[in-house]
């Protein structure tokens, strides 16, 4: 065998893997959003149909893009919120410092369900949020604001995807080379300055890439409105999960997905030309 | 007096990096703390821009105690070794950031980094980023950023220690010319000897954070007072003797050598003697003389190295240097000659 052909078959066999198990399965089901379901029975008749109902009906249309405000705001919120902890993990030294990132990391070692319903127990009418709020006399009673809402499957959202946001942002502070904030300083800056000027931008591409973390998981989430959501957090993930698991309409079901999928590559695209013309 | 440090001496918990150091650095001259790794004089540097806080002492400038001034608010501005450019600005924003940060007036602002970019000879290229720029181009970008803040004193940490050895002698010059245009105090930091010399009004030659020796680099260079400056600064012919009280005669290993005592310092005892390679010669009258045989004649271009083995002291090496065009042709290896030196030229220092 030649060198040229043994190359390729060892590109072959480590192509095989992500082909067979990200490529294909991904290739089916964007076959599938072309078929039509009559009577229970998916028919291979390729047609516009299904990516024509979703984008007449405005219940569809509505729902996804409130989901798409909903994962904007969880983005938002996350980075306001992981920032200054990735920051303040940052500026510790030593044991510290470490000790601070395993403890922020850890809930990603944690069972999904597990933080789901801890989430559920602490926001609902006898939760820990609410007994503190009625504690310290802010609330006269327990209050319904907080569960089975938008308002819950945001706060959920963005209290299990927070550690996505602030590991790659506490990564981007790391890789500052300390030598630019002496310079900042000999060079007149005070510490807002030299945040504001050096630390902020070097970090936002680590912002950026923590932000599209939070943006993509939540996109794709289904299970958080599920549990916390109630009648009112509606979001696009629900909408393709009952199209799969009770209307067993798989087709248009695909055809949401592929919409989703096309949503989530542009903005990971966007995102990534946004954070490469970041000179660092 | 611009600058004064009073006994600054710097501890990590208990390991003592710099002894109480004495250094006075006068309005617009180019000092050099000169010294191998681990003298102490980054240390030095970094307590006199802030960025490491003494453990006592005081750090007067102009009559004024800044101690306990922090690094943003000291009117000093430093090169640093890897020049710590803002990657994520260009040539010319970086160059302003200072006049930014102190606030200062753009429209005047605008035109001093113009004309700082000018001076280092970068104006063409200020809307780079360093990432498009050469070494020696980053090395002028970190300059202009120090010396567009018109600081009182400018502290440079081996900057030039990344550049290669053309480049770098081209830099040398360089840096002096500005020093000289701009008459601004600089205080470099190298562990360089050639590059102490050639630049420095004074060197202060640093070891095991003390200052071994602080004067001019002819001082040093024919004039040093410590074994150690003997042997750090340049090429050498050491040889260790013994003096009696009084006595114009050391010895050596290689037998009697006379000396010349005027105005040196009172040394008895255990000794070293320091002859300049050029300042020895290969025959002749006049002097104290080494019989030996010659080992080696390296040429070298303007100059022939002559490495000669004494008779009294065969496993010994003298470095004779000769002009190569003197006229008439080196000595071949194995001949048999006295090396002669003025007793003049002979510095002794304690041993």
């Known amino acids: 065998m030649t060198g040229h052909a043994k190359r390729w078959l060892l590109f072959a066999v480590v192509a095989a893997l992500p082909v067979l198990f990200i490529l294909l399965p991904i290739a089916s089901f964007l076959i599938t959003s072309f078929f039509r379901v009559e009577g229970g029975v998916i028919l291979a008749d390729p047609n516009l149909s299904n990516y024509g109902a979703f984008f007449g009906n405005w219940t569809y249309l509505g729902t996804f893009l409130g989901t798409l405000w909903l994962c904007l705001q969880v983005v938002l919120l996350s980075i306001a919120l992981g920032y200054p902890v990735a920051w303040f993990i940052w500026r510790r030294s030593g044991t510290v410092r470490y000790a601070l990132l395993l403890l922020a990391v850890m809930p990603l070692f944690m069972s999904y369900i597990v933080k789901l319903y801890t989430l559920r127990a602490m926001l609902g009418l006898n939760g820990l949020l609410n007994q503190m709020l009625v504690g310290i006399g802010f609330l006269d009673g327990p209050s319904q604001f907080f569960l089975f809402n938008q308002r819950a499957v945001l706060i959920t959202m963005t209290v299990i995807y927070l550690p996505f946001v602030i590991l790659p942002i506490f990564l981007s502070l790391e890789r500052i080379p300390r030598g630019l904030l002496s310079a900042s300083a000999d060079l007149g800056a005070g510490a807002f300055d030299t945040f504001r000027r050096i630390v902020l931008p070097l970090s936002l591409p680590g912002t950026i890439a923590g932000g599209l973390f939070a943006f993509v998981l939540a996109l794709g989430d289904f299970v958080t409105p599920q549990m916390v959501g109630g009648t009112t957090g509606f979001t696009i993930g629900r909408v393709i999960w009952s199209q799969f698991g009770l209307a067993y309409n798989w087709p248009f079901g695909s055809a949401i997905s592929a919409v989703l999928l096309a949503v989530a590559l542009l903005i990971i695209g966007l995102g990534g030309y946004a954070a490469s013309r970041r000179r660092v | ?351």
């Open chain 2, 1 to 351: 007096m611009a600058l004064e440090l009073v006994g600054i001496r710097k501890n990590y918990d208990r390991l003592e990096v710099l002894p109480p150091l004495d250094l006075s650095i006068v309005d617009g001259e180019f000092l050099t703390l000169l010294g191998p790794s681990g003298s102490g004089k980054t240390t030095v540097l970094r307590i006199i821009g802030g960025f490491a806080r003494p453990s006592g002492g005081q750090l007067m400038f102009d009559e004024t105690d800044i101690t306990d001034l922090p690094a943003n608010r000291r009117p000093f501005n430093t090169v640093f070794q890897d020049y710590a450019l803002f990657p994520h600005m260009t040539v010319r924003d970086n160059v302003g950031y200072g006049p930014l940060v102190q606030r200062r007036d753009p429209a005047r602002s605008a035109r001093l980094v113009s004309e700082t970019l000018a001076i280092v000879g970068l104006a063409a290229m200020e809307q780079r980023y360093p990432s498009q720029l050469s070494g020696g181009q980053r090395q002028r970008v970190a300059l202009a950023r120090a010396i567009v803040c018109e600081p009182k004193v400018i502290l440079l940490d081996e900057p030039l220690a990344a550049l290669d050895a053309s480049l770098r002698r081209q830099m040398q010059l360089f840096l002096k010319d500005i020093q000289r245009q701009i008459k601004t105090t600089f205080v470099f930091v190298t562990h360089d000897q050639e590059e102490a010399i050639t630049m420095s009004d004074r060197i202060a030659v640093m070891n095991g954070g003390r200052i071994e020796q602080l004067g001019s680099p002819r001082d040093l260079y024919f004039q040093p007072k410590t074994k150690f400056v003997a042997t750090f600064f340049g090429d050498n012919n050491i040889v260790e003797g013994v003096l009696a009280p009084g006595a114009g005669e050391v010895d050596t290993p290689l037998g009697r050598l006379p000396i010349d005592r005027r105005g040196m310092p009172a040394i008895e005892g255990r000794c070293i003697v320091a002859v300049r390679p050029e300042r020895m010669r290969i025959g002749g009258e006049n002097g104290a003389a080494i019989a030996g045989q010659v080992a080696e004649v390296v040429f070298s271009g303007p100059m022939t190295r002559i490495l000669v083995a004494p008779a009294a002291a065969p496993e010994l090496r003298l470095d004779v240097r000769l002009s190569s065009d003197a006229g008439q042709p080196p000595p071949q290896v194995g001949e048999r000659v006295t090396v002669v030196f003025d007793p003049s030229d002979a510095v002794v220092v304690p041993g």
